[in-house]
C-alpha cells in the first residue's frame, strides 16, 4: 500500500492497543453483561424459589438409663444406636409410629445417633412439614423403648434437650448458593462474549485508531449528530438547515479548513469522497463539506456519484425532480438540466447534480468518456469539484471514478467497519494511483455528549447495497 500501507503486520504486542479494544468491548457490552448477571441471577432464584421443597428437621437429645438398674447405661444407649437401623428396617417402629399418630404412613425419615462416651442419645426426624417432623419425633420417644427392649432389655429415654417444632434453614442458603451459581454464570459468558468482541470485532473508534492503521492525513472528526425529525420523509443532516448542531458545525469548518490546505497544496479540482462499506456517511460529509467550501466563497459542484444509492437530494432537502447524473452520462438530459444552484436560494456559489434513478449497476457509465467530458466542461466554472461515490471496498464503481480524481477524502464511521475492510478499501484505492487526500472519522462518540447509535452493523443494504445518506 505504499506510504499508505498498514501498521497491522507488526508483530510487537501492542498492550495499548490491547487495553483500547478491551476498553471499547467493555463500552459496547456493560449493559448486556449486567443483564446477564441479573437475568441469570434472577432466573435461578425465581427457579429455586419455584421448585424448592421445604425440609424440617426436628431434633432431641435423650439419656438412656436402664430400669434394670445395672448402671450400663453408657452400653445400653451404644447398643440402642446401633440397632436403631434394624429395628427401622423391621418396621416394628413404623407401625407403632403410624398407630400413635392415626397415619396410614410415617409422614418423616428417622435417624439415632449416639454421643460416644455418654448415655445421651440424639434423634432426628426430617419432613417436608414441620409438625409432621416433630410429632413424629415425640412418637419416636414414646415409643422406641418399647420397640428396642427386645434387643437391649428395659430401658427409659428421657428428654435432655428438645428443639421444638422446627424451622427450615436449608432455604436462604440454598437460594443464595443458587443466585450465586447464577450470577457466576452470566458473568462466564459475559467474559466469553467480551473476549470474542476483542478477537473478532475489530473496528476503528478514534483518532489515535485511524493513524494507528494507516498512514494518511487524519483530517478531523465528526460528532455524533441526534436530529429531531421535523419533516416528514427528510432524514437529511445539513448545515444549511438552522439550530445546527453547534459541535457538528465546528467540526465541519475544521475539517474544510484542513481539505483547503490539502487542496491549495497539491492543486486539486477534482474530489472524490468514499467509505469502506454503506452506511458510514459519506453523503453526508460530502454535501456538507461542499456547503461549507462554497460558504467561503469557493464555486463549488457536488455530484452524486453513487447511482446505485443516490442521496445527495435527500441529505441536501432538495425540492423538485432532476433527471441526476446517470440521465446526463446515458445521454437522456443535458448538464444545465441535472443541476441544482443554491446562488438564488442562499447566494451559495454551489451547484449540486444528483444521482438520478437508483441503477443496479452504474461502473461503466462511471467510467465512461462521458464522465471525463462531464468533468471538464465542469472544471471551468468550478473552483472545487466533489464527487460522491461508491464505497471502495465492496465495489468497482469507486475505482471507476478514481481514474477522473485528484484526491479521495476517506469517512471511516466509528465503531462501523472492521479494520481490514478500512485496509481493503484505502488499499483498492492507492492501487489506482489517487492520491489519499485523508481520513475524516463520522459519528465518533468522543466528539459529543449526545448518544446515537447506528441501526446495525453496516446497516440495512436496501434495494441494491446501502442506505441512504451512506
Not at 470485532?201 to 472528526?221: A, C, I, M, W, Y
Request: proline share 3%; hydrophobic share 35%; with cysteine.
Amino acid at each position: 500500500m505504499s506510504e499508505y500501507s498498514s501498521r497491522h503486520n507488526d508483530n510487537k504486542i501492542d498492550l495499548n492497543g490491547l487495553l483500547d479494544r478491551f476498553t471499547d468491548a467493555l463500552k459496547h457490552l456493560w449493559l448486556i453483561m449486567i443483564v446477564l448477571v441479573l437475568g441469570f441471577g434472577l432466573f435461578s432464584y425465581l427457579h429455586v424459589t419455584s421448585t424448592y421443597t421445604p425440609v424440617y428437621t426436628a431434633s432431641a437429645t435423650v439419656s438412656v438409663s436402664s430400669s434394670s438398674g445395672s448402671g450400663n447405661d453408657y452400653a445400653n444407649a451404644e447398643q440402642l444406636g446401633k440397632v436403631f437401623p434394624y429395628i427401622l428396617n423391621s418396621g416394628v417402629l413404623n407401625d407403632r409410629i403410624e398407630e400413635d399418630l392415626g397415619t396410614s404412613y410415617v409422614p418423616g425419615s428417622i435417624s439415632v445417633t449416639n454421643i460416644g462416651g455418654t448415655n445421651l442419645l440424639t434423634i432426628h426426624v426430617t419432613s417436608s412439614n414441620a409438625l409432621d417432623s416433630y410429632n413424629v419425633l415425640q412418637s419416636v420417644i414414646r415409643n422406641y423403648p418399647d420397640v428396642a427392649r427386645y434387643v437391649s432389655g428395659q430401658v427409659t429415654l428421657t428428654v435432655i434437650d428438645d428443639d421444638g417444632v422446627p424451622e427450615d434453614t436449608g432455604k436462604t442458603t440454598r437460594i443464595r448458593g443458587s443466585v450465586r451459581g447464577g450470577v457466576m454464570t452470566g458473568l462466564l459468558i459475559s467474559l466469553v462474549l467480551l473476549l470474542a468482541r476483542m478477537m473478532f470485532v475489530q473496528t476503528v473508534n478514534t483518532e489515535k485508531d485511524v493513524r494507528h492503521l494507516v498512514h494518511v492525513p487524519f483530517l478531523g472528526s465528526l460528532p455524533v449528530y441526534k436530529k429531531k425529525q421535523r419533516k416528514k420523509g427528510y432524514a437529511g443532516i445539513s448545515i444549511l438547515e438552522n439550530n445546527v448542531q453547534q459541535n457538528y458545525l465546528e467540526a465541519i469548518r475544521l475539517i474544510r479548513t484542513r481539505v483547503e490546505k490539502q487542496i491549495d497544496e497539491n492543486h486539486c479540482k477534482v474530489i472524490m469522497v468514499t467509505s469502506s462499506v454503506p452506511g458510514e456517511g459519506k453523503s453526508t460529509v460530502a454535501a456538507n463539506l461542499a456547503v461549507s467550501l462554497a460558504g467561503k466563497g469557493r464555486p463549488v459542484v457536488l455530484i452524486d456519484c453513487d447511482l446505485r444509492n443516490p442521496s445527495t437530494q435527500e441529505t441536501l432537502n432538495i425540492k423538485g425532480e432532476y433527471p441526476g447524473l446517470e440521465a446526463v452520462l446515458a445521454g437522456n438530459a443535458s448538464i444545465k438540466q441535472a443541476l441544482y444552484s443554491y446562488e438564488e436560494e442562499r447566494g451559495l456559489p454551489l451547484l449540486v447534480m444528483p444521482g438520478g434513478e437508483e441503477q443496479a449497476d452504474g461502473s461503466n457509465l462511471l467510467g465512461s468518456d462521458r464522465m471525463e467530458t462531464l468533468l471538464d466542461h465542469l472544471k471551468p466554472v468550478a473552483d472545487v469539484i466533489i464527487l460522491d461515490t461508491p464505497p471502495s471496498a465492496m465495489l468497482v464503481d469507486a475505482m471507476q471514478v478514481a481514474k477522473f480524481a485528484d484526491m479521495v477524502l476517506y469517512v471511516i464511521q466509528s465503531d462501523y467497519a472492521r479494520r481490514n475492510v478500512i485496509l481493503r478499501g484505502i488499499k483498492e484505492l492507492s492501487d489506482t494511483g489517487v492520491k489519499i487526500g485523508g481520513v475524516i472519522l463520522n459519528r465518533c462518540k468522543e466528539t459529543s455528549s449526545q448518544g446515537y447509535r447506528s441501526s446495525g452493523y453496516y446497516g440495512n443494504y436496501g434495494h441494491y447495497y446501502g442506505k441512504k445518506n451512506g
